[in-house]
Structure formats: structure tokens, C-alpha cells
């Protein structure tokens, strides 16, 4: 019977740490792109409100194959998370492949995961928070980008 307790205790303890959200991740989500990613297709990322004065550090994720033709990959990130009246936009270059054209993410085979370091900002606390990310790579349209994701991570109070 003392084996059947501490069998039952051991998966409690299993479920309450999968429970816990034990990072600071306050939003994380990838979305698919077309096969033939085009600039037109916009991902939109509709984040759950922050409280006003909440900082945090955001991240956009890059799934990619080795197929994708150049070693960088440029985005358009636009959000409303600083001011829910005013769409701040910004160019991101993410660099994909060292200059051996050996991927830098992380993966195995032909698919790779990279999360670049985007910005951080605090929250205005009011309005519905989106990011929306789109391309601006010349060559279209553009093949071997998987999936675009988000993180936010939180960071403090701002205070």
C-alpha cells in the first residue's frame, strides 16, 4: 500500500509542475504562412490586454526549411501595444544562416526554429493589443518560411 501512495504522490507532484507556468511567457503563438508566402499575407496576432505600465520583452519566431533561397529573411512587425490609438512600425532583419549557409536555428534534418529578439515596450492598459507581421523580401513568392510566431516574455513593472 506504501508503494501505491508514493506512486500517487510522485504524479501529483508531475501534474502540479505541468500546471505552473513556471517562465515569465505572457503570450506565445506561431501561425502557419502560405506555401507561397506573398507580401499581401498579413499574420495577425491579437494578444491578450496588459494591464497599463506592464513591460515586457517581445520575441518573433521564425520556423523555417532548408530550402528558403537567402541567409536573411526581412519583416515587417507593426503593433498598437505602447499606444492602442497609434500603429508603431518597424523593419526586422533575421539573419537565418551563418555565412556558409549553415542554418543558425535550431532543428534537425530540414526544419529549423529561430527566435529574434525584437523589442521592448510597456503597455498603455487600453484597446485590443495586435501585432501583425508581414514580408518585404524582393523575391516573391517567397517559399521555405514556414511558420511566424510571438513571444512575449515579461520583464517587471517599468517602476
Not at 508531475?14 to 503570450?27: E, F, G, K, P
Not at 503563438?29 to 506573398?38: D, G, K, L, M, T
Not at 519583416?75 to 556558409?100: G, P, Y
Amino acid at each position: 500500500m506504501r508503494g501505491g501512495y508514493s506512486l500517487l504522490l510522485m504524479c501529483l507532484v508531475a501534474m502540479l509542475s505541468m500546471a505552473c507556468r513556471w517562465d515569465n511567457t505572457l503570450y506565445h503563438s506561431y501561425q502557419p504562412v502560405a506555401e507561397e508566402w506573398r507580401q499581401t499575407d498579413t499574420l495577425r496576432f491579437l494578444l491578450p490586454r496588459m494591464e497599463r505600465g506592464e513591460v515586457c520583452r517581445m520575441a518573433v519566431g521564425v520556423r523555417y526549411a532548408d530550402n528558403y533561397p537567402y541567409r536573411s529573411l526581412w519583416l515587417v512587425v507593426s503593433h498598437n501595444l505602447t499606444d492602442s490609438t497609434e500603429i508603431l512600425v518597424d523593419t526586422l532583419e533575421c539573419m537565418l544562416t551563418d555565412k556558409k549557409g549553415i542554418p543558425i536555428g535550431k532543428g534537425m534534418s530540414s526544419l529549423y526554429q529561430l527566435e529574434i529578439p525584437y523589442n521592448v515596450i510597456e503597455a498603455d492598459g487600453s484597446g485590443t493589443p495586435i501585432v501583425t507581421v508581414t514580408h518585404c523580401m524582393r523575391g516573391e513568392p517567397l517559399e521555405g518560411i514556414c511558420d511566424i510566431g510571438l513571444h512575449l516574455y515579461a520583464v517587471g513593472d517599468g517602476k
